[in-house]
């Protein structure tokens, strides 16, 4: 089939260069628009749109589809395709071919942009693949076929999309080659149940800021979904730390590690020092339950932060300026100018938010 191909991030590379290594053929890739990047604000082409160059395809990049129908109308196609594109397409669009979309998530649930790093957001274990078709609504149209895949405790953002990817390419693929041979309108597609929809917003920077009155398990899963972007982080001192990787410890480990902290019985081996903790001494438990959220617990060879019901370790991290660092390395170079991080609403003050 002649496919005219929608999609920018690196989701969608993954999946047109499984297209390009088909039976079926590409013969043109939409994408976002050239954007400025790196120090000197080079305009930088998104990468679906240097495969598209290299293989000889016509590209589009419109601001608005509108803009370039009577393109999309000329163009020798059979199919639309979209994979994290990130715009709703026009029914004026779609009226010309039909088409079919590579969504990340078990539809009805996640629908919207950001599927991937909404079902880490909430901890699941489990996640999957839908291939639709594209109707005016968002992720609402009837599913193809579903493949549901597993979510490790230890996948991230990084890792989760690529697996994702390529079980969508795998489903597209079965999909094109059961509307090449039967017709579009001839393949079975079941009706999402749409009262079961849950959606997920678009992400923010201020999102990516971290608040530690938030159970650790929240806050691990906020650093897992936006190890890529935004990047999880928190102030210190006035200074950013963005955080790649993170682990949490439940209040058994902490007390048993940080007693003092936690208005349980003393620990012996703990210093009062915040370099093993020991600043929330002689608080009792209900009292230790609020001021540990932020406070920083330990800084020698490993980083933890005090949160609800428990704590943060910090794995790899990034001080302003700096290379991304295992914790330890990063231990051994910065200067904490506070035992706590900043609370979020001086943090937001200087993320520059509301300004």
């Known amino acids: 089939m002649k496919i005219l191909f929608f999609g920018t ?20 890739v ?23 160059r290299q293989k000889g395809l016509a590209v589009f990049q419109p601001e608005k589809i509108s803009e370039q129908l009577e393109d999309f109308r000329q163009l020798d ?18 009226d010309i071919h039909p ?39 968002m992720d609402d149209g009837d599913i193809f076929v579903q493949e549901k895949v597993e979510i490790s405790p230890e996948d991230d953002y990084a890792t989760l999309m690529p697996k994702l990817a390529n079980v969508g390419a795998k489903l597209l693929l079965q999909v094109l080659d059961e509307i090449e041979s039967k017709g579009f309108e001839n393949v079975p597609r ?16 201020e999102d990516a800021l971290m608040d530690f009155s938030l159970g650790a398990n929240a806050l691990e899963c906020q650093v897992r979904a936006y190890c890529e972007s935004p990047v999880s982080y928190f102030f210190v001192g006035g200074e950013r730390v963005k955080v790649f990787k993170a682990k949490a410890l439940d209040r058994a480990s902490c007390e048993q590690n940080f007693a003092e902290c936690f208005g349980s019985e003393k620990n012996e081996n ?10 929330c001494n002689n608080l009792s438990k209900n009292e230790a339950e609020n001021s540990i959220c ?12 005090g949160a609800k019901n428990g ?38 003050q200087q993320s520059g938010v509301g300004e």
Do not use: W
Not at 80 to 90: D, E, Q
Not at 190 to 205: N, Y
Not at 294 to 305: E, V
């Open 9 to 28: 991030p690196r989701f969608a590379e993954i999946v047109l260069e499984k297209l390009f290594e088909s039976q079926h053929k590409v013969v043109g």
């Open 294 to 305: 932020g406070k920083i617990l330990c800084t020698k060879k490993r980083f933890i932060i």
């Open 99 to 137: 088409c079919i979309n590579v969504h990340p998530s078990l539809l009805p649930k996640l629908r919207g942009a950001t599927p991937i790093q909404g079902a880490l957001l909430a901890g699941q274990s489990q996640t999957g693949v839908s291939i639709m078709k594209t109707e005016v609504g």
């Open 311 to 348: 704590a943060l370790e910090i794995l790899r991290c990034q001080a302003p300026g700096g290379k991304v660092l295992d914790a330890a390395a990063f231990l051994n170079g910065f200067h904490f100018k506070s035992d706590a991080v900043d609370k979020v609403s001086q943090a937001l």
């Open 190 to 205: 079941t009706p999402q149940q749409h009262e079961d929809a849950t959606f997920v917003k678009l992400i923010k920077k």
């Open 270 to 279: 703990a210093s009062k020092s915040p370099k093993n903790g020991g600043f």
């Open 77 to 94: 196609c059979d199919i639309f395709v979209t994979a994290s594109y990130g715009k709703i397409l026009p029914k004026s669009l779609l």
């Open 30 to 52: 939409v994408a976002r628009a050239d954007k400025p990047a790196g120090r000197g604000n080079k305009m930088v082409s998104p990468k679906t749109v240097e495969m598209a």
